[in-house]
């Protein structure tokens, strides 16, 4: 398995939250249209507002898969691992229309020199299903520049209106994680913790394993 060198995001901008209590707010809403008569608190989320317990009540039982899926698909894409692209996308697949098919997708140059390969194509699907699902869940965040009174001076962030999209948009920076064993979030503890235990890795590596022999087989048999 082979993992694509991305470089992270180790300074992301602030996401910012309306709330309605204003000892939980770190500023002022006053960077959209029609605000000069409108008071509203905004508030930076942190790493404490994503545990899952809390996301349970940000995203209904229906809705969680998605979320769980589209942090598996980016993973998946970033490290190869085709057991989990096939998980992540089976995940996606029921809120994308355009879907892309992992194993369908066929790509050659004009002259037909030149073809992806099969793990080529369904990482390549991956990207375009990833891209297409985050542009879809980031398109009511803004790019906005407020005050922090804590540091008392004007800063750039992303405004998101809702928390959902507040959440979509951190997990897009890394700070969540999803388990390809088990499909539970958490914050890892480092930049390369993929897993929730040492015991889920080892046991997804057996799973992926069993994956690519069971793979090879039909391709044999199919020959």
Known sequence: ?????????????????????????????????????????????????????????????????????????KQAF??????ALHQSGEKVRPWMPDFVELQ????????????????????????????????????????????SEQERRLLPALYCPDWKTAIFVM????RLRVCPRCSNIFIPSADNVDYCSPAHREAHRVARWRDRKAREKTRKAAR
């Open 1 to 73: 398995m082979r993992r694509i060198n991305v470089q992270p995001v180790t300074t992301p901008l602030p996401v910012l939250v309306e709330v309605d209590n204003f000892k939980e707010g770190d500023g002022r809403r006053t960077f959209l249209a029609g605000d000069l008569a409108k008071y509203s608190i905004v508030r930076v989320v942190r790493e404490g507002d994503l545990n899952e317990e809390r996301l349970r009540t940000i995203f209904s039982r229906r809705e969680l898969p998605l979320l769980v899926g589209a942090i598996q698909l």
């Open 78 to 83: 970033i490290s190869g691992d085709e057991l």
């Open 104 to 147: 369908d997708w066929r790509w050659k140059s004009a002259d037909g020199r030149i073809s992806i390969k099969s793990n080529g194509r369904k990482r390549y699907a991956a990207l375009l299903n990833y891209c297409r699902l985050m542009a879809d869940m980031f398109q009511s965040a803004r790019l906005v520049i407020w005050f």
């Open 171 to 174: 997990s897009f920076t890394g």
